[in-house]
């Protein structure tokens, strides 16, 4: 059941330290269309601001991004689970839904104790969340590649059981101006969980029981000064 895998994914993302963001899922032409999809146009739309179907997820995080950067949030996990549109064709029968996994990092890891030292969150913290997620829980094979993305700065295509589903890097948020706030953290990923959906079976890899396990212990011999060390070796 995908849906039950779905779950599963917002679990395992909460889990990690992200909070499930729900952002609008209608946005403006520039907004639709940065991605380089051909956006859903909607025929009555209540404004110019809501007159198309988003075809990703990035652009709702960056907004929330923003919100809380300017609310003087100095760090935060969030993520999103929700479906994407695009325009392939002229009928309806065109339009492609797809479920995609999106998720966004900015400013220092907060596990700042007296046996851990906070560092800034980067690509490699949200590479070893991809490979909790899709290596460790639901056994796929990941990989990357570089690639450039209009939604990244510095980019890599994210490729399971390789098929090239997502991006992974550095965001490029547009308007940079309207945040008063040094955005070398803010790092992000998504991935098209569609192509996949059907692998994401969560398996429990079992190792047959071992009847005659290896013991460790630890000997004590008494021997006396003068014992010849080469009798002890044959």
Request: charged content about 20%; some cysteine.
């Amino acid at each position: 059941d995908p849906e039950k895998n779905y779950d599963l994914l917002r679990t395992y993302c909460s889990g990690l330290g992200f909070n499930q963001i729900y952002s609008n899922s209608l946005q403006n032409k520039t907004e639709s269309s940065r991605s380089g999809i051909n956006p859903v146009k909607m025929m009555n739309p209540l404004n110019k601001e809501m007159g198309y179907l988003r075809t990703e997820l990035i652009t709702g995080l960056i907004k929330a991004s923003t919100f809380n950067i300017n609310h003087g949030a100095s760090n935060f996990k969030l993520f999103e689970l929700s479906n994407v549109h695009e325009q392939k064709g002229e009928k309806l029968n065109a339009i492609i839904e797809s479920k995609h996994l999106a998720g966004i990092i900015y400013g220092k890891n907060d596990n700042n104790n007296i046996h851990n030292i906070n560092f800034s969150e980067d690509i490699y913290v949200l590479k070893g969340v991809l490979s909790f997620l899709f290596e460790k829980k639901f056994i796929t094979n990941l990989e990357y590649e570089r690639d450039k993305h209009s939604l990244f700065n510095d980019s890599y295509s994210i490729i399971i059981n390789k098929k090239k589903v997502g991006h992974i890097g550095q965001i490029s948020v547009p308007n940079m101006s309207d945040i008063k706030a040094n955005l070398d953290s803010l790092h992000g990923f998504y991935v098209n969980l569609e192509p996949i959906k059907g692998m994401l079976n969560s398996k429990k890899l079992y190792k047959k029981i071992n009847l005659l396990p290896q013991l460790q212990r630890d000997l004590n011999l008494v021997l006396p000064h003068n014992q010849n060390i080469g009798e002890l070796v044959n």
